[in-house]
């Protein structure tokens, strides 16, 4: 059982910039493929991004290509999106989600085995 907490969400003005963070409990977190995910008010939740267990790959949606960064930690047991040139249509609740393996494609979300319960990212303009 893996647990999830993400954090760093907040306000910011359209041009800046957050880090999000995802904290996951277990000794194992380093066999995870990590992934973020977000949902917009109204809007299905959406692939943002993912990064395999050993931080070989990543992955990008590419509405966010060129702009977010996505990083792991396996000793700190914490996966990373810095968030950069942030837009008012990034404004969402942003989910972090581990899977165990990846059979299919990293922006499926029935890959992914556990999720976050997600943090707040509003983007003025």
């Known amino acids: 059982q893996v647990q999830l907490v993400e954090s760093g969400g907040g306000l910011v003005q359209a041009g800046g910039s957050l880090r999000l963070s995802c904290a996951a409990s277990?000794?194992?977190?380093?066999?995870?493929?990590m992934g973020w995910f977000r949902q917009a008010p109204g809007k299905e939740r959406e692939f943002v991004a993912a990064?395999?267990?050993?931080?070989?790959?990543?992955y990008y949606a590419d509405s966010v290509k060129g702009r977010f960064t996505i990083s792991r930690e396996n000793a700190k047991n914490t996966v990373y999106v810095q968030m950069n040139s942030l837009k008012p249509e990034d404004t969402a609740v942003y989910y972090c989600a581990a899977a165990i393996a990846i059979t299919g494609s990293y922006n499926q979300e029935d890959e992914y085995d556990y999720w976050g319960q997600g943090t707040q990212v509003t983007v003025s303009s």
């Open positions: 277990g000794r194992t977190f380093r066999r995870y493929s």
């Open positions: 990064i395999s267990w050993s931080g070989g790959s990543s």
